[in-house]
């Protein structure tokens, strides 16, 4: 790992539950996965990662006010965290 990289945790690679994880972007993702299933990080490493470029700058810009805006919108979240899933499915690498 660089110097000046994030680390990038997957399902695998938790932090240990006694620390908060770190929260720098990703609010979709923890907000549909909720803070506390780890495949959240997966999607993350995906969009750091291997995301298109144009997707990456979307979500980065736009993801904590789409989050904010899924919050009350269950079966909106439902249909977000399948996309997610089969995104991470029919990724290069596995999670």
Same mark, same amino acid.
Do not use: Q
């Given at each position: 790992?660089?110097t000046n +990289?994030?680390?990038?945790?997957t399902? +695998?690679t938790?932090?240990?539950t006694d620390?908060e994880?770190p929260?720098? /972007?990703c609010?979709?993702a923890? !907000?549909?996965?909720?803070?506390?299933?780890?495949?959240?990080?997966?999607?993350?490493?995906?969009?750091? !990662? /291997?995301?298109?470029?144009?997707? *990456?700058?979307?979500?980065?810009? *736009?993801? +904590?006010?789409?989050?904010?805006w899924?919050?009350?919108?269950k079966l909106?979240?439902t249909?977000? *965290?399948?996309?997610? +899933?089969l995104?991470?499915?029919?990724?290069k690498r596995?999670f």
């Amino acid at each position: 790992m660089k110097t000046n +990289e994030l680390p990038v945790f997957t399902s +695998e690679t938790v932090p240990p539950t006694d620390l908060e994880p770190p929260v720098v /972007d990703c609010w979709v993702a923890r !907000e549909v996965y909720g803070i506390d299933n780890p495949r959240w990080l997966d999607f993350r490493a995906w969009m750091r !990662e /291997d995301s298109p470029s144009w997707f *990456r700058n979307l979500y980065l810009s *736009r993801g +904590e006010s789409i989050a904010h805006w899924l919050r009350p919108h269950k079966l909106l979240k439902t249909l977000v *965290r399948f996309s997610m +899933e089969l995104t991470l499915r029919m990724s290069k690498r596995s999670f």
